[in-house]
């Protein structure tokens, strides 16, 4: 049984940062795309970040500078690094995994395979 488990969340000031893990059990996904997604209150789950199998990365453009996906495939897991945060990165956000994801479909989450259950970042004005 597949399980992504994402921990790292908080309460953070703006400007601050907080790392975010996904550990993954039960195949590992060395060759398969790990990403990220946020969904705040009232709003639609929205991309955030993802790493394909060798590396390569895309990243959102409200993100983009400030947030940094990396991958340790010895460790089955993902980070997601997350500085100058600001009050509207506030959100539950999801570890994926996608099985053979092209480029073009990393933004779509109903492409990807696997989820996490979620972990709050709250970031405070």
């Known amino acids: 049984q597949v399980q992504l488990v994402e921990s790292g969340g908080g309460l953070v000031q703006a400007g601050g940062s907080l790392r975010l893990s996904c550990a993954a059990s039960?195949?590992?996904?060395?060759?398969?795309?790990m990403g990220w997604f946020r969904q705040a209150p009232g709003k639609e789950r929205e991309f955030v970040a993802a790493i394909r199998w060798r590396s390569t990365t895309y990243y959102a453009a409200s993100v983009k500078g400030r947030f940094t996906i990396s991958r340790d495939n010895a460790k089955n897991t993902a980070y997601l690094q997350m500085n100058s945060l600001k009050p509207e990165d506030t959100a539950v956000y999801y570890c994926?995994?996608?099985?053979?994801?092209?480029?073009?479909?990393?933004?779509?989450?109903?492409?990807?395979?696997?989820w996490g259950q979620g972990t709050q970042v709250t970031v405070s004005s």
């Open positions: 039960g195949r590992t996904f060395g060759s398969d795309a």
């Open positions: 994926a995994a996608g099985l053979k994801l092209p480029a073009y479909a990393l933004a779509e989450g109903n492409q990807w395979d696997y």
